[in-house]
């Protein structure tokens, strides 16, 4: 099983809603990324997590919060988001031993805020 | 953070080679190159990894000059399907063991095969 798996495909939410972006992987990865990705944009780092700790966070403002409950799951919550964080996010994993290992990427979830 | 440049664009037609130039000046030692293909509204995929000299697969090649200073993608026979946004990534070697990298794209290249 190679696969990085995202639920759900697409979310609309208000801007007073309370929703959760789910992703899983059973890769044995121990590494896993949050990207957002604008149209036409790059994926942008958001958070990454190794050995489910929070190693890096890029300066995400807190109406996005990450959790990491075990070795394959990465939750996203979302909380008062406003319309400009409509985008694709994006989960990644990858192993942590090797300098050359790969990543991989989940389907994405496009989520519009209205 | 290792910053990489791409050309934004390019065009080819089917059944040409396309190479792609990334340049990755301030690359660490322990740095890999890696690229990724990404199709719209979907997640980026894995094409090629190297370190230096050649490397093939059986989809692509990536070269890599000694100095490491720039890395070229080469797709043979392009067909229509290989439209897509392509990016180039030198990830970054973590502060500490057990940490993950900090995998960074950059603006990407998009190819546009035409018939």
């Known amino acids: 099983d190679t696969e990085v798996t995202q639920t759900p495909k697409h979310l609309v939410m208000g801007m007073t809603n309370k929703k959760s972006l789910k992703c899983e992987q059973h890769m044995g990865h121990r590494a896993m990324y949050w990207y957002k990705q604008k149209a036409k944009k790059p994926p942008e780092l958001m958070f990454v997590?190794?050995?489910?700790?929070?190693?890096i966070n890029e300066s995400v403002p807190s109406r996005f919060s990450p959790e990491c409950p075990n070795s394959s799951l990465l939750n996203l919550h979302l909380h008062a988001l406003q319309p400009e964080d409509s985008a694709l996010y994006l989960c990644?994993?990858?192993?942590?031993?090797?300098?050359?290992?790969?990543?991989?990427f989940g389907q994405g979830t496009r989520l519009t805020v209205v | 953070l290792a910053k990489t440049t791409q050309p934004i664009s390019m065009d080819s037609y089917e059944g040409q080679e396309v190479n792609i130039t990334c340049s990755h000046n301030?690359?660490?030692?322990?740095?890999?190159i890696t690229w990724y293909q990404q199709f719209p509204s979907q997640g980026p995929r894995f094409i090629i990894q190297?370190?230096?000299t050649k490397v093939t697969n059986e989809v692509a090649s990536l070269f890599i000059p000694a100095d490491r200073k720039s890395s070229t993608l080469s797709l043979p026979r392009v067909s229509l399907s290989d439209t897509a946004v392509y990016y180039c990534?030198?990830?970054?070697?973590?502060?500490?063991?057990?940490?993950?990298?900090?995998?960074?794209f950059g603006s990407g290249t998009q190819l546009t095969v035409l018939p």
């Open positions: 997590y190794s050995y489910e700790k929070l190693s």
């Open positions: 190297g370190y230096k």
């Open positions: 990644a994993s990858s192993h942590l031993r090797d300098m050359n290992t790969e990543a991989f």
């Open positions: 301030n690359i660490a030692t322990n740095d890999y």
């Open positions: 990534l030198v990830g970054v070697t973590p502060a500490r063991s057990g940490s993950a990298r900090q995998l960074t």
